[in-house]
């Protein structure tokens, strides 16, 4: 492995492979100028050793260069076995989509086609940048994951060399430690809770256990995000605050107890508790404070828990604690690195993803699925007469209303610039059509600031339409044909949409 600095202790390294010297030049003197440390390559062979010897923190990568061409050496770089994510960049003067399709298949990140704005240049950098930062935590993120594992595996191997006496405990904490593996393991948050919840049923033998959590929002609010043993709506008004004697009792111990044992000061407490048919209370501490509350009924024996299974629940409460702040933050840096920062739609690796998964889910159960994609009309001149706020604000102006017109279901993300995608998963060619007329009357009718500067005295949108299997034989093609419709609406006056049937043979 090759060890890297953390990212944001030091200025970023950039490696640019292209063997025109004046671009390495140009390159060369901007990337310097915003403080980044730049290294260069003419021969794209040399790209893997430069890598190598170098560690950049990105690559800027020619697509068409003598000998080893930029997929090629994209595919050897991504071989590498490097201890960071390196993303990389193509560049490209050819406008042929599959180039750029093949690219991002051998495992480019983004590109950007030449002559190229610096502006949008630097914006992709860091945006590039942002996502490394984010998948590096989360690889340090298991990392810790898996020294806990490796932990636990250790307290098993101690459990298993003590005396004879202790073979009983030793099964149970054994059963434990497998159990614990499991939910450890986990970082699907909702799939988490509901394993943990099951297994302390079968660990425990009880008829009924629940888990609250402290809500994200409110975090003195603690509301039940997963139960098992309880009737439909039963818990339904189950709520816990931070300011109720049940939290600051916990607060107090910190750690395990049988409801019934509560000092006289909080007996009050119980008729709430066995009200809910809680026997058991086991807290979720992290930092010194309460995130959650582990409950537990009674036992199917309707025996009283022994000392040795309140221990054993504080241990896998504790194991629970650290899983779901791990779970917590996966989800959290899986939705940052899936998100665009400036419009909060989904990024076009969003789109690309969802794009094969829709595709193939339509060919396997015979439903179709349909693809807009659009863009805001003369934008550039709105953007360069007003300036880039007033033209990024247009761009969330306009995300707003495509994300309120859409279903639950339908994806919606920014495809590039000030183009946008929507995927509409079981929408026909009508559907997909009725739909676009309505965003783009929509957005016409929307006022926007200054608008009377565009040529036609108003900002609007041009849409394209493909539909699968109507219009393209799988997901590319899809894009191709969505994308031709939208050249096709912006060629013959804009502010239209245009179905892919009318500017392709039918197949």
Same mark, same amino acid.
């Given at each position: 492995?090759?060890?890297?600095?953390?990212?944001?202790?030091?200025?970023?390294?950039?490696?640019?492979?292209?063997?025109?010297?004046? *671009?390495?030049?140009?390159?060369?003197?901007?990337?310097?100028?915003?403080?980044?440390?730049?290294?260069?390559?003419?021969?794209?062979?040399?790209?893997?050793?430069?890598?190598?010897?170098?560690?950049?923190?990105?690559?800027?990568?020619?697509?068409?260069?003598?000998?080893?061409?930029?997929?090629?050496?994209?595919?050897?770089?991504?071989?590498?076995?490097?201890?960071?994510?390196?993303?990389?960049?193509?560049?490209?003067?050819?406008?042929?989509?599959?180039?750029?399709?093949?690219?991002?298949?051998?495992?480019?990140?983004?590109?950007?086609?030449?002559?190229?704005?610096?502006?949008?240049?630097?914006?992709?950098?860091?945006?590039?940048?942002?996502?490394?930062?984010?998948?590096?935590?989360?690889?340090?993120?298991?990392?810790?994951?898996?020294?806990?594992?490796?932990?636990?595996?250790?307290?098993?191997?101690?459990?298993?060399?003590?005396?004879?006496?202790?073979?009983?405990?030793?099964?149970?904490?054994?059963?434990? !430690?497998?159990?614990?593996?499991?939910?450890?393991?986990?970082?699907?948050?909702?799939?988490?809770?509901?394993?943990?919840?099951?297994?302390?049923?079968?660990?425990?033998?009880?008829?009924?256990?629940?888990?609250?959590?402290?809500?994200?929002?409110?975090?003195?609010?603690?509301? *039940? *995000?997963?139960?098992?043993?309880?009737?439909?709506?039963?818990?339904?008004?189950?709520?816990?605050?931070?300011?109720?004697?049940?939290?600051?009792?916990?607060?107090?111990?910190?750690?395990?107890?049988?409801?019934?044992?509560?000092?006289?000061?909080?007996?009050?407490?119980?008729?709430?508790?066995?009200?809910?048919?809680?026997?058991? !209370?086991?807290?979720?501490?992290?930092?010194?404070?309460?995130?959650?509350?582990?409950?537990?009924?009674?036992?199917?024996?309707?025996?009283?828990?022994?000392?040795?299974?309140?221990?054993?629940?504080?241990?896998?409460?504790?194991?629970?604690?650290?899983?779901?702040?791990?779970?917590?933050?996966?989800?959290?840096?899986?939705?940052?690195?899936?998100?665009?920062?400036?419009?909060?739609?989904?990024?076009?690796?969003?789109?690309?993803?969802?794009?094969?998964?829709?595709?193939?889910?339509?060919?396997?159960?015979?439903?179709?699925?349909?693809?807009?994609?659009?863009?805001?009309?003369?934008?550039?001149?709105?953007?360069?007469?007003?300036?880039?706020?007033?033209?990024?604000?247009?761009?969330?102006?306009?995300?707003?209303?495509?994300?309120?017109? *859409?279903?639950?279901?339908?994806?919606?993300?920014?495809?590039?610039?000030?183009?946008?995608?929507?995927?509409?998963?079981?929408?026909?060619?009508?559907?997909?059509?009725?739909?676009?007329?309505?965003?783009?009357?929509?957005?016409?009718?929307?006022?926007?600031?200054?608008?009377?500067?565009?040529?036609?005295?108003?900002?609007?949108?041009?849409?394209?339409?493909?539909?699968?299997?109507?219009?393209?034989?799988?997901?590319?093609?899809?894009?191709?044909?969505?994308?031709?419709?939208?050249?096709?609406?912006?060629?013959?006056?804009?502010?239209?949409?245009?179905?892919?049937?009318?500017?392709?043979?039918?197949?």
């Amino acid at each position: 492995m090759i060890p890297t600095a953390p990212l944001q202790n030091r200025a970023s390294k950039i490696l640019v492979v292209d063997d025109d010297i004046s *671009v390495h030049r140009l390159l060369t003197a901007y990337l310097k100028k915003h403080k980044f440390i730049v290294e260069n390559c003419l021969d794209s062979q040399e790209a893997v050793e430069k890598v190598t010897r170098f560690q950049p923190d990105l690559v800027l990568l020619d697509l068409m260069m003598p000998g080893l061409d930029g997929i090629s050496a994209t595919r050897r770089i991504r071989n590498l076995d490097l201890s960071s994510y390196l993303p990389i960049i193509v560049l490209t003067a050819r406008k042929d989509i599959r180039d750029m399709v093949l690219a991002l298949e051998a495992g480019a990140d983004d590109y950007i086609t030449k002559p190229f704005e610096f502006e949008e240049l630097m914006a992709r950098l860091k945006n590039m940048l942002r996502l490394k930062t984010l998948q590096d935590r989360l690889l340090h993120k298991s990392a810790e994951l898996n020294e806990a594992n490796q932990q636990i595996n250790r307290l098993n191997h101690t459990l298993m060399s003590t005396n004879k006496k202790l073979q009983k405990k030793l099964y149970e904490f054994h059963n434990l !430690v497998e159990v614990s593996y499991r939910v450890m393991g986990q970082l699907e948050f909702e799939q988490l809770l509901r394993q943990a919840v099951i297994n302390v049923l079968g660990i425990f033998a009880t008829r009924n256990a629940l888990l609250l959590l402290a809500n994200e929002q409110d975090n003195d609010l603690f509301e *039940v *995000v997963e139960s098992r043993g309880y009737r439909p709506g039963e818990l339904d008004q189950l709520q816990v605050y931070r300011h109720d004697k049940l939290v600051h009792y916990v607060e107090l111990i910190k750690h395990s107890f049988r409801v019934k044992e509560l000092p006289r000061e909080f007996k009050d407490i119980v008729p709430f508790l066995k009200g809910y048919e809680i026997d058991l !209370v086991s807290p979720l501490i992290r930092n010194d404070n309460v995130v959650g509350l582990l409950c537990l009924g009674p036992s199917f024996k309707d025996e009283d828990y022994s000392d040795d299974s309140i221990e054993m629940l504080g241990i896998l409460t504790n194991m629970l604690t650290i899983a779901v702040h791990n779970a917590q933050m996966y989800e959290h840096i899986r939705a940052l690195s899936y998100t665009d920062g400036m419009t909060g739609l989904h990024n076009y690796r969003f789109f690309r993803l969802r794009i094969k998964e829709e595709y193939a889910r339509s060919r396997r159960e015979n439903v179709p699925v349909s693809l807009l994609i659009l863009d805001v009309d003369n934008f550039k001149n709105y953007n360069d007469t007003l300036g880039h706020p007033a033209g990024d604000e247009v761009l969330r102006k306009v995300s707003f209303i495509l994300k309120q017109s *859409v279903r639950d279901n339908d994806i919606v993300a920014r495809y590039g610039g000030e183009e946008f995608a929507i995927i509409l998963p079981g929408a026909d060619k009508d559907g997909a059509s009725a739909l676009a007329e309505r965003i783009r009357v929509k957005v016409q009718d929307t006022e926007f600031y200054r608008q009377e500067i565009q040529p036609e005295g108003k900002l609007t949108i041009s849409i394209g339409i493909a539909t699968f299997p109507d219009d393209a034989i799988n997901e590319v093609e899809l894009i191709e044909n969505a994308d031709k419709a939208l050249y096709h609406a912006k060629e013959t006056g804009k502010n239209k949409v245009v179905e892919a049937q009318e500017v392709i043979k039918p197949i």
